[in-house]
């Protein structure tokens, strides 16, 4: 079932799919594609950093971001355009943490994991002991 949204661009009301902006935003969005990957195609424009690609071409960091995030520019292609890691703002290419921050959350992981099993461990053992309640009174009735 679609869902309605309001447009974060330009705050019309949409039916949400595959895209996150109305139909008139997403056609704009794909002319700044254009226009940014026209720019940043011509060699002397291909080290570029994420600052002069928006200022030279008016097209705002965010969607550029966005653009690399979804891998449609490569950054192997434009050494230069980075972007945020989402945890600690260091400038990365591709997914959304450095290596330092997914290094330490899969440590996290991998305690949060550890810990869980010795807690589960006690739980199995705690089940296994079982405790006989004899009731005096009825203990020789049928």
Request: hydrophobic residues 25%.
């Amino acid at each position: 079932m679609a869902d309605l949204a309001n447009c974060p661009r330009c705050d019309k009301l949409f039916v949400k799919g595959a895209h996150d902006v109305c139909p008139d935003c997403l056609k704009q969005e794909e002319q700044d594609f254009q226009t940014v990957y026209e720019f940043i195609r011509k060699k002397k424009n291909r080290m570029s950093t994420m600052q002069e690609v928006s200022d030279q071409t008016g097209v705002e960091k965010h969607l550029i971001q966005k653009w690399l995030k979804q891998r449609r520019i490569h950054p192997g292609e434009f050494p230069n355009l980075t972007y945020e890691c989402e945890r600690c703002g260091t400038q990365i290419y591709e997914g959304r943490l450095c290596l330092d921050c997914a290094g330490d959350l899969q440590s996290d992981l991998n305690e949060e994991t550890r810990g869980k099993t010795i807690a589960e461990q006690e739980q199995e053992k705690r089940d296994k002991q079982v405790y006989f309640n004899v009731d005096q009174e009825n203990k020789w009735r049928n």
